[in-house]
């Protein structure tokens, strides 16, 4: 398929690079903190796609993958955890598919939830989007073509 997967054999996480789900565990490896789980000041991580949404409640996770005695940031904690997530619950993260709706039509409701909550409890919140565009930011070159290659 064209989504990342669990492997049958070796039960870890295949094919991660597509979607850039890679680049999603990396951005939230940087939301974590030695020794606390997370930074206390991001309370939940959320990817957007055009067709799904990835979110983590990061303080649950953290819980859920100390439960497991998991808690490094691995291909597998982070993508593979998602996966799992779809056919059973697990704490602190949530995967939906969108149908009805667009994930424009997702992000203004969730950002307005967000904004709502933090001014109820006297915080700020802001919201990154990333590639909004969907464009390749370093296209592939044809195999054998040199232009563009990176040179030593």
Known sequence: GDFPEICETCHGVSKAWHWRMDNLQSCLRVCGKEGHGFRREVETFTCLGPKMCISYSLRDFYDHLAV?????????????????????????????????????????????????????????????????????????????????????
Do not use: M, N
């Open 68 to 152: 497991t005695k998991s808690k490094a940031l691995t291909e597998d904690t982070v993508i593979g955890t998602a996966i799992r997530a779809q056919s059973s619950p697990v704490p602190g993260v949530k995967v939906e598919h969108f149908s009805s709706r667009t994930w424009k039509e997702y992000l203004a409701g969730y950002v307005s939830e967000i904004r709502s909550e933090a001014e109820k409890d006297g915080g700020k919140a802001v919201a990154i989007e990333l590639d909004p565009t969907g464009l390749e930011l370093c296209p592939l070159i044809p195999q054998g073509s040199r232009e563009g290659a990176l040179t030593r």
